[in-house]
């Protein structure tokens, strides 16, 4: 099933039980860029920024240092070198707290997926250290010795960003979960008593349908395992088959929410 079956259903929107509009909602805010707070998604833009400004111009004063070595020269490419390593740091712990900010906003409460916040806090907080420790470079060695440093230790917080960015994907899945099951709850209390036998066989699938995903999400979450899987992160395979199955489940749960509101557009007795 596609997205425009759902489509037509909204515009009669006002027919439809409160919570299936909320499953909806749910469905659509999980397909498009989700609400966050202002403060998360400006900082990380405004921080991406002086990024991609700071990055440039130290490329082309690296290159006036190698091509003319002066002391003038060398000093401007490591003042460029400091402004860059410093936005390159926080646009990556603004990133963290944008995908933690993701993740909270869905109220999800999802517990296989603590660690992962636990620990994209945690790279947060080192990004934020680093970006501060680059401030005291003043010579070409004490580049280096950051930068062997460095390198050294952010494969770990670089491999929790795409933890992070899977564990808001699953939030997502299981507030759809969640609200979709709201939706049913309250359907149910407004179906003709005795149900219909193709009624009650249509809710007993729905019923079997959510259990179904849930397991599959569950499934995903432990694949998800930091100490298991950490060294996995590094392949590209890792996430893009995980992303894969997200989108497997995103269908699933839209074909879910279809015959949701057919049972309800047929069947509901409003006045129940």
């Not at 680093?130 to 390198?151: C, P, R």
């Not at 992070?164 to 699953?170: E, F, S």
């Not at 149900?195 to 007993?204: F, G, K, T, V």
Request: cysteine-free.
């Amino acid at each position: 099933m596609t997205l425009q079956r759902v489509i037509p259903a909204k515009a009669g929107i006002h027919q439809i039980s409160p919570y299936i509009i909320l499953s909806i909602f749910s469905f659509f805010a999980l397909i498009s860029p989700s609400f966050v707070s202002a403060d998360a998604k400006s900082d990380y833009d405004f921080q991406y920024g002086q990024y991609r400004q700071n990055y440039p111009e130290y490329a082309l004063l690296k290159a006036d240092y190698l091509n003319t070595p002066s002391l003038d020269n060398q000093q401007k490419a490591m003042l460029a070198a400091k402004q860059t390593i410093y936005s390159r740091d926080l646009v990556k712990a603004s990133f963290a707290w944008y995908l933690l900010d993701l993740i909270n906003s869905s109220k999800a409460n999802y517990e296989p997926v603590q660690p992962i916040i636990t620990s994209l806090s945690n790279s947060r907080e080192f990004y934020m250290k680093e970006a501060q420790k680059s401030q005291s470079i003043v010579t070409q060695e004490d580049l280096k010795k950051f930068t062997a440093g460095y390198l050294k230790d952010v494969i770990h917080h670089d491999r929790m960003i795409k933890f992070g960015i899977l564990a808001n994907k699953i939030t997502s899945l299981v507030r759809i979960q969640l609200d979709s099951k709201k939706a049913l709850d309250t359907l149910s209390s407004k179906l003709p008593v005795p149900q219909p036998a193709i009624l009650a066989e249509r809710i007993q699938e729905l019923t079997n349908s959510s259990k179904a995903i849930d397991l599959k999400i569950d499934t995903i979450a432990k694949n998800l395992n930091i100490v298991d899987a950490e060294e996995e992160a590094d392949a590209e395979i890792f996430f893009n088959s995980r992303v894969e199955k997200i989108v497997e489940i995103q269908t699933l749960q839209l074909d879910w929410i279809n015959r949701l509101i057919d049972i309800d557009k047929n069947y509901a007795q409003p006045n129940r």
